[in-house]
């Protein structure tokens, strides 16, 4: 490792599995042989970011799986490649363990068993399958279909910092899909939609991770489950303006927000969103609209950029009303086809002075 190329993390802000740019406010993504170094896909800047590492348990066994290597490691939990300590033939899984960190408050753990528990109910062809979950000697783990592919922070980063149009309306289509199924069958909610938890398989197709931190809606009300906290859950670039309000009430317009987020990013290689720390983020939120993604993207089509522009509407009665509307929409950009959702309302992006003064934040 050539210390010339690196600095350290203290120009570098870190949330959860990811890190920002400070030079130009993309998103970064770990090397995979290198889980500390991060690499921007815009402008190659690198950077090391310390961890909260987990021992390493290569070579040892956790709740009758041997594991075999590290996948990834984040902001609150590893993940390793695995198979049967007595069935070397079946199938490789993964298996996500909690840093020891974050098992120490009881709120933690109650959202790690409520993740586990929802999330083994979902079986759908775009959803990653957890097979069991549960503790041994103090570790908390998730046993998961592992998914030979790519997620799609670090597809960005290898194809230069911008996707094709096509590849990522049905990368939409499929995940859209998934959180179609969650949200009819069981009222469930993602909440933390975002590249790195979307994953490209080596067959084509697009696998959702980590339903674990979804909302139960009830049935009678529009009231959410696990209300006590004014907190939000989700990743502060990619969250609706109702998760940074800490509203109570969402639904599936929040996720569908969250989704087009991740389209801009993808198609623009651009943060819509971006600050010097989460507060600064949320800040941005609830300043003001981001740039068109037409600024960033000179090729993308007028139907897509249209898209993405309902999907990340402020107003959630300006977006799709339904996961079965929001699949028309993308099948009509496929073929090149304007939305027929309108924004109703227009809302001027700030200048960046008045920005700055709202959110304290000083590009």
Same mark, same amino acid.
């Given at each position: 490792?050539?210390?010339?190329?690196?600095?350290?993390? *203290?120009?570098?802000?870190?949330?959860?599995?990811?890190?920002?740019?400070?030079?130009?406010?993309? &998103?970064?993504?770990?090397?995979?042989?290198? @889980?500390? !170094?991060?690499?921007?896909?815009?402008?190659?800047?690198?950077?090391?970011?310390? /961890?909260?590492?987990?021992?390493?348990?290569?070579?040892?066994?956790?709740?009758?799986?041997? !594991?075999?290597? $590290?996948?990834?490691?984040?902001? #609150?939990?590893?993940?390793?490649?695995?198979?049967?300590? *007595?069935?070397?033939?079946?199938?490789?899984?993964?298996?996500?363990?909690?840093?020891?960190?974050?098992?120490?408050?009881? %709120?933690?753990?109650?959202?790690?068993?409520?993740?586990?528990?929802?999330?083994?109910?979902?079986?759908?062809?775009?959803?990653? /399958?957890?097979?069991?979950?549960?503790?041994?000697?103090?570790?908390?783990?998730?046993?998961?279909?592992?998914?030979?592919?790519?997620?799609?922070?670090?597809?960005?980063?290898?194809?230069?910092?911008?996707?094709?149009?096509?590849? !990522?309306?049905?990368?939409?289509?499929?995940?859209?899909?998934?959180?179609?199924?969650?949200?009819?069958?069981?009222?469930?909610?993602?909440?933390?939609?975002?590249?790195?938890? !979307?994953?490209?398989?080596?067959?084509?197709?697009?696998?959702? $991770? %980590?339903?674990?931190?979804?909302?139960?809606?009830?049935?009678?009300?529009?009231?959410?489950?696990?209300? @006590?906290?004014?907190?939000?859950?989700?990743?502060?670039?990619?969250?609706?303006?109702?998760?940074?309000?800490?509203?109570?009430?969402?639904?599936?317009?929040?996720?569908?927000?969250?989704?087009?987020?991740?389209?801009?990013? $993808?198609?623009?290689?651009?943060?819509?969103?971006?600050?010097?720390?989460? &507060?600064?983020?949320?800040?941005?939120? $609830?300043?003001?609209?981001?740039?068109?993604?037409?600024?960033?993207?000179?090729?993308?089509?007028?139907?897509?950029?249209?898209?993405?522009?309902?999907?990340?509407?402020?107003?959630? %009665?300006?977006?799709?009303?339904?996961?079965?509307?929001?699949?028309?929409?993308?099948?009509?950009?496929?073929?090149?086809?304007?939305?027929?959702?309108?924004?109703?309302?227009?809302?001027?992006?700030? #200048?960046?002075?008045?920005?700055?003064?709202?959110?304290?934040?000083?590009?």
């Amino acid at each position: 490792m050539n210390p010339d190329v690196l600095s350290t993390s *203290d120009t570098t802000v870190s949330f959860g599995d990811s890190a920002v740019c400070t030079k130009c406010h993309c &998103l970064m993504s770990p090397l995979p042989e290198e @889980q500390d !170094i991060y690499i921007c896909p815009q402008c190659g800047n690198r950077r090391c970011v310390e /961890r909260n590492r987990l021992i390493q348990f290569k070579g040892t066994a956790l709740a009758g799986y041997q !594991i075999i290597k $590290l996948l990834g490691n984040g902001g #609150s939990s590893c993940v390793y490649l695995c198979n049967k300590q *007595d069935d070397k033939s079946a199938e490789m899984i993964a298996l996500k363990v909690l840093h020891p960190a974050t098992t120490l408050h009881d %709120d933690s753990i109650k959202r790690f068993q409520k993740e586990a528990n929802l999330a083994a109910k979902l079986e759908h062809p775009n959803i990653v /399958r957890i097979y069991t979950a549960g503790v041994e000697k103090d570790n908390y783990y998730i046993a998961m279909e592992y998914v030979d592919g790519i997620n799609m922070n670090d597809c960005l980063r290898l194809h230069g910092g911008m996707l094709d149009e096509q590849l !990522i309306l049905e990368m939409a289509r499929q995940v859209a899909l998934a959180l179609k199924y969650g949200w009819n069958k069981y009222k469930l909610l993602h909440r933390d939609i975002k590249p790195a938890n !979307i994953i490209h398989d080596k067959s084509g197709n697009f696998k959702l $991770l %980590d339903f674990g931190i979804s909302k139960t809606v009830l049935p009678s009300t529009n009231v959410t489950q696990l209300t @006590q906290t004014n907190q939000f859950i989700g990743t502060p670039h990619f969250i609706s303006i109702e998760q940074a309000r800490g509203n109570k009430a969402i639904d599936c317009r929040a996720d569908i927000y969250s989704l087009g987020t991740t389209i801009y990013y $993808l198609l623009t290689g651009k943060l819509p969103f971006y600050g010097n720390s989460p &507060l600064n983020v949320l800040s941005y939120v $609830l300043a003001g609209n981001p740039a068109p993604p037409e600024k960033h993207n000179r090729t993308l089509s007028p139907p897509c950029s249209h898209l993405i522009k309902v999907m990340m509407a402020k107003n959630p %009665d300006e977006r799709p009303d339904s996961w079965d509307t929001l699949i028309k929409e993308i099948e009509r950009v496929q073929q090149s086809i304007m939305p027929q959702t309108s924004l109703k309302m227009k809302t001027k992006f700030p #200048s960046p002075l008045r920005l700055a003064l709202k959110t304290g934040y000083w590009r």
